[in-house]
């Protein structure tokens, strides 16, 4: 009797829980009779085609256990996108190694692999189980109520712009922090998590969902900073004016690209660098500084939300449920029920696969920049438990003495 054999790869940017969702897999595979072998694939889709797998069924349980609470993939990962040339090579290797499920863990591009090898799979007659196992910071999957990994990154970007907040209201000025979403901006909204007094930054959040004017941002930076003597604002880097065009190429004179021919938005700090300058010479205030949060908010350790990895764990584990009790491939998607559980659904690949989903517009404030309590009341139950919080000195002036009016 042939082998059962389980092939798990990991794929995209890393996130701090997407090994919950590998061991997940590993551990729950274990779980059932019919599986003899679980494989994973050294980075992603690469690894699939390169043959470069691991036996995970070797692995102990307690150090599959060490290895969930450890942030990054442990797999490795690859930016690889497949076209159909592509998949039908790890289709070929499947086969060969007698695969009989196959999960990908990743975002849209994961699922999309996944989409297309399920297809090749039907046409060529051979049973083999596809499932997309959900992980994206950036939030920005169909059908999805949210993503593992989105919101520990979340976590961090809150607490980090807490703290910039604190440091600039002791050394006021100008202070810009650039946050990863090309398209969506959820994870530079979470910037508003971490403001607890009315005048606590950011002042200004600009998302990817609205059209970015530099002449009225700056006019925005002044206003601000005219009443509070400061301002924080928090940037998502895919901002972009009317016509679609990201303000880093506006104002940028030499572009780097990705392999994809995309402006290649992370990595660099060049679009708070630019912004930074736009307000030094043209409000002429001082004291401007800027950060990029780059990859430092993907897979920061110690800054994890407990929820975040409980969800991670269990949609890597509901994928291998749906794949040996269902007749189906498809996605792992977490749905919302109540004011905080969740349930998990199998949904058809063809709903998540090559599709972004962006902030929807209750979330957003009329003004553009800013969220609205809606957006703070679906984020706050995802960061989980023992957010540090802020507190301030209720001063009691003391009287002058050597400059009191007569």
């Not at 997407?18 to 889709?45: P, T």
């Not at 922090?177 to 398209?183: D, L, N, P, T, Y």
């Not at 970015?212 to 509070?228: E, G, K, N, P, T």
């Not at 090559?354 to 969220?371: L, N, P, Q, W, Y």
């Amino acid at each position: 009797m042939a082998l059962q054999k389980i092939l798990v790869a990991q794929g995209g940017g890393p996130t701090a829980v997407i090994n919950q969702s590998l061991v997940g897999v590993v551990l729950e595979a274990r779980r059932h009779k019919g599986i003899d072998l679980v494989y994973g694939a050294r980075h992603g889709v690469r690894g699939i085609v390169d043959e470069d797998f691991v036996d995970l069924t070797r692995e102990t349980s307690h150090n599959l256990e060490l290895v969930a609470g450890t942030p990054s993939s442990a797999l490795g990962s690859t930016r690889d996108k497949p076209d159909a040339a592509y998949c039908h090579r790890i289709f070929t290797v499947l086969k060969a190694h007698g695969i009989g499920h196959f999960f990908n863990i990743g975002g849209n591009d994961s699922s999309d692999v996944v989409r297309i090898i399920a297809d090749e799979a039907r046409a060529a007659g051979y049973p083999l189980r596809c499932i997309h196992i959900p992980k994206t910071i950036d939030n920005d999957l169909v059908g999805n109520d949210h993503t593992p990994g989105f919101p520990s990154a979340a976590r961090f970007v809150a607490q980090a712009f807490a703290g910039a907040n604190l440091d600039n209201a002791a050394l006021p000025g100008v202070y810009i922090g650039v946050v990863m979403g090309r398209h969506a901006g959820f994870l530079t909204a979470a910037s508003a998590l971490g403001k607890k007094f009315p005048d606590d930054g950011p002042h200004l959040i600009s998302l990817p969902e609205r059209v970015f004017d530099i002449d009225r941002f700056l006019a925005d930076v002044q206003s601000v900073h005219q009443r509070h003597g400061r301002c924080v604002v928090a940037v998502s880097e895919g901002i972009h004016d009317a016509a679609g065009v990201p303000i880093l190429a506006k104002l940028a004179k030499d572009m780097e690209r990705d392999a994809h021919g995309n402006v290649q938005l992370s990595g660099s700090g060049a679009l708070a660098d630019l912004l930074c300058e736009e307000i030094k010479q043209k409000l002429g205030i001082k004291r401007v500084r800027g950060d990029t949060f780059g990859y430092l908010q993907r897979s920061f350790v110690g800054c994890v939300s407990d929820v975040d990895q409980r969800e991670a764990r269990e949609v890597g584990e509901k994928a291998v449920q749906f794949a040996m009790w269902g007749d189906r491939d498809g996605s792992v998607a977490i749905q919302r029920t109540g004011y905080y559980s969740v349930d998990y659904n199998l949904v058809p690949l063809e709903t998540v696969a090559g599709k972004t989903r962006t902030m929807e517009d209750h979330f957003i404030a009329d003004s553009g920049t800013d969220v609205t309590d809606a957006f703070r009341l679906y984020l706050r139950p995802l960061l989980g438990s023992g957010m540090p919080d802020a507190f301030r000195l209720r001063p009691a002036p003391v009287a002058k003495v050597l400059n009191a009016k007569g």
